[in-house]
C-alpha cells in the first residue's frame, strides 16, 4: 500500500483519502443496517500490507487496499451486533466510542 494514503472508517464505509491534498480515491459501503441505511455505523480499520480489515456493526471485512473491493467479509454469528475492535500483532488500531450524557430531568445540577 502507497504511504501516501489516510485509511478511514466512518458512517459503515471505508475511504482511501491521498494525504497530500485531500483527495478520495475509493469508498466502500459496508453492510447495510436496517432500512437499507448504514445507520451511522462506526468503523475500526486495521492497515496491514495489501489489506485492510474493518469492523462495523458486528461484522468484520477485508478490503483490498488498491480499489477498496471487499474481499471477504465474516459475519461474526452469536456475537452481535457493536462496534468490532481488531489487533494484530505488529499493528494496531484506534477505536473510538461516543459517551451519551442526559439529563435527569430533574431540574437541579
Known amino acids: 500500500m502507497q ?4 485509511i478511514i472508517g466512518c458512517n459503515g464505509y471505508v475511504s482511501a483519502i491521498l494525504a497530500s491534498n485531500g483527495q ?11 432500512l437499507g441505511g448504514s445507520r451511522g455505523n462506526d468503523v475500526s480499520v486495521l492497515i496491514d ?11 468484520i471485512y477485508a478490503l483490498n487496499a488498491s480499489d477498496g473491493a471487499i474481499l471477504w ?11 468490532v ?14 459517551v451519551v450524557e442526559r439529563s435527569s430531568g430533574s431540574g437541579s445540577d
Open 3 to 6: 504511504k501516501n494514503l489516510l
Open 85 to 98: 475492535a481488531m489487533a494484530r500483532q505488529g499493528t494496531n488500531t484506534q477505536f473510538i466510542t461516543r
Open 24 to 34: 478520495e480515491l475509493w469508498r466502500t459501503k459496508l453492510r447495510d443496517g436496517i
Open 73 to 83: 467479509q465474516n459475519e461474526l454469528k452469536g456475537i452481535g451486533f457493536n462496534e
Open 49 to 59: 500490507g495489501e489489506q485492510i480489515f474493518a469492523g462495523c456493526h458486528g461484522r
